[in-house]
């Protein structure tokens, strides 16, 4: 990160595990101004005026939004600020990493800015999407590297940036749980668990699955 200087813009992507994320990316980035990309549904009533304020920069999701490219693009060239977004546009259901755009790497080829990653770990494993959003004592990390300079945006293609970045967005969120032995102190663990594993590893019964206290049962076959 000493690669960057402390006034210079940058787009700086991170996963989206958790409800927690925007506090991290808070702290992290405590030390320079930056805008965010929000959903657009989140602007109404009174929050329209305090997500502005906040410098919330608001997109349509899963549909070409010009006035995204035109709003970030303004934010970085004029008022030299950071952009933070979320390529993965929603919360990981299942802890894996949701497909990115395939249009990433002539994005960040059209900002020509230098590129931040900023990956979470553990907020998944708290706070997960399946049991909605329900909070367990989990410790929380992130890892904030220096992915791509200005320079590198500009001499590499977009398919190798586009590349480059997917790789970063692959992860396991279970499978970093279970190499790091973290263990869950909760009573209630397993709820909401089948509808990430709706399929009984026994009797192969979709659909039948429950999860309840620290058990997942499969109504089919009792197993």
């Not at 977004?85 to 020509?112: C, H, Q």
């Not at 590297?145 to 293609?157: D, F, H, I, T």
């Not at 909401?192 to 429950?210: A, D, F, I, Q, W």
Request: with cysteine.
């Amino acid at each position: 990160m000493e690669l960057l200087k402390k006034d210079e813009p940058c787009l700086v992507l991170m996963n989206h595990s958790s409800f927690i994320d925007l506090e991290i990316a808070a702290t992290l980035l405590s030390d320079r101004k930056f805008n965010i990309v929000a959903t657009s549904d989140s602007f109404v009533g009174i929050m329209k005026w305090v997500m502005r304020l906040i410098g919330c920069i608001p997109t349509k999701k899963f549909i070409s939004d010009a006035g995204l490219i035109k709003d970030m693009l303004y934010c970085i060239k004029e008022l030299k600020s950071t952009v933070v977004m979320y390529p993965e546009a929603s919360y990981s259901f299942d802890g894996t990493a949701t497909p990115i755009p395939e249009t990433i790497g002539r994005f960040v080829k059209m900002l020509g800015v230098p590129v931040v990653m900023i990956c979470t770990y553990g907020a998944f494993t708290r706070q997960p999407l399946y049991n909605c959003l329900r909070k367990r004592k989990v410790d929380v990390s992130a890892d904030m590297k220096y992915l791509l300079s200005a320079e590198q945006v500009k001499n590499m293609a977009a398919d190798e940036i586009q590349e480059m970045i997917e790789k970063e967005f692959s992860f396991d969120n279970f499978k970093w749980q279970q190499e790091n032995k973290i263990s869950i102190p909760d009573a209630e663990r397993a709820e909401g668990l089948n509808r990430v594993l709706y399929k009984c590893p026994h009797c192969m019964t979709e659909s039948k699955m429950v999860g309840k206290g620290t058990t997942l049962t499969c109504e089919q076959c009792g197993k």
